[in-house]
T-cell receptor, first 111, second 110 residues
Framework: NAGVTQTPKFRILKIGQSMTLQCAQDMNHNYMYWYRQDPGMGLKLIYYSVGAGITDKGEVPNGYNVSRSTTEDFPLRLELAAPSQTSVYFC??????????FGPGTRLLVL | KQEVTQIPAALSVPEGENLVLNCSFTDSAIYNLQWFRQDPGKGLTSLLLIQSSQREQTSGRLNASLDKSSGRSTLYIAASQPGDSATYLCATGGGNKLTFGTGTQLKVEL
């Protein structure tokens, strides 16, 4: 099992550009999550999904969109990138009440 | 709104020392409490998960306790090693949503 994979590892965006952060898991987990981690801070939940076709907002959803067309994939879309979106983005998944499994993260710099 | 606090933010200890990391939370209505390890530039690795009905969990040299009534959890690391150097994050679970603390950065020195 590859677990949770994320691409790209690192990206520089200009203000106003858009991009999609990719996340995939091969553990057949129903639940998937997107977090952001700012320097010296804990992780904050952006969006989550409880299954294909179902998504919901987390604590900090503004400026982001998600979709969940398959069980495996949960891409995060940034529209009109802003410097405040400079962060490290983590995707995670789990099958229910157990712990979440995290990907290696995508480091995003918006200039 | 749940708030999770970890003190201290950073800790440096000599190799072999036993140590305790602290985590406090404001809302005791949690499903579970989890401890994660994060190495620089890497994702999070789950260490221990304590269900709300449990008082503690152990894995090797790690022992985590949970006191819901006081809103506290501790992570005890026995006989620390340089390889334990990392940031340790606690998170409370409410359903499937986790609320994270800001972490304690641990350095174990030779």
């Amino acid at each position: 099992n590859a677990g949770v994979t994320q691409t790209p590892k690192f990206r520089i965006l200009k203000i106003g550009q858009s991009m999609t952060l990719q996340c995939a898991q091969d553990m057949n987990h129903n639940y998937m999550y997107w977090y952001r981690q700012d320097p010296g801070m804990g992780l904050k939940l952006i969006y989550y999904s409880v299954g294909a076709g179902i998504t919901d907002k987390g604590e900090v959803p503004n400026g982001y969109n998600v979709s969940r067309s398959t069980t495996e994939d949960f891409p995060l879309r940034l529209e009109l990138a802003a410097p405040s979106q400079t962060s490290v983005y983590f995707c995670a998944s789990n099958g229910g009440a157990e712990t979440q499994y995290f990907g290696p993260g995508t480091r995003l710099l918006v200039l | 709104k749940q708030e999770v606090t970890q003190i201290p933010a950073a800790l440096s200890v000599p190799e072999g020392e036993n140590l305790v990391l602290n985590c406090s939370f404001t809302d005791s209505a949690i499903y579970n409490l989890q401890w994660f390890r994060q190495d620089p530039g890497k994702g999070l690795t789950s260490l221990l998960l304590i269900q709300s009905s449990q008082r503690e969990q152990t894995s090797g040299r790690l022992n985590a306790s949970l006191d819901k009534s006081s809103g506290r959890s501790t992570l005890y690391i026995a006989a620390s090693q340089p390889g334990d150097s990392a940031t340790y994050l606690c998170a409370t679970g409410g359903g499937n949503k986790l609320t994270f603390g800001t972490g304690t950065q641990l350095k174990v020195e030779l």
